[in-house]
């Protein structure tokens, strides 16, 4: 869990692919960890990272980026925290840009960011 920090700051300031790297790291860790270790996750400011890079051209990072973002709010909902979770959500652009996503040319990105805004941020 220490590597987190590291990653996350890679994320926000680290080179195209060393971003992509730390991406598939983070939503690996939402996917496999448990909920203890989601939201430290999240309490270690893993959105605005996350949310900052939804706007790359990759779409399977975009599509790897949204199932983090799944996944963290998935486990925020068993804490009951979905909505200071879609609130920070908000705060940090993200819900304009998962919206915006939903105009995405792939499908698995569009089918991904309406789940998300259907299910958490309506």
């Not at 959105?47 to 779409?59: F, S």
């Not at 990105?109 to 789940?115: C, D, E, G, R």
Request: one cysteine or more.
């Amino acid at each position: 869990m220490q590597l987190i920090p590291h990653l996350l700051q890679i994320m926000a300031r680290g080179e195209y692919k060393a971003q992509k790297e730390a991406v598939w790291a983070i939503t690996n860790l939402t996917a496999g960890g448990n909920v203890d270790q989601i939201i430290y996750i999240l309490e270690a400011n893993a959105l605005k990272p996350l949310c900052d890079l939804l706007v790359v051209k990759d779409a399977k990072i975009v599509q790897v980026l949204l199932d983090g973002l799944l996944n963290i709010l998935n486990a925020a909902s068993k804490r009951r925290l979905v909505d200071q979770v879609c609130l920070m959500i908000e705060e940090c652009e993200g819900l304009d840009k998962i919206e915006a996503l939903q105009q995405h040319s792939n499908q698995d990105v569009y089918k991904l960011s309406l789940t998300i805004i259907d299910k958490f941020l309506l």
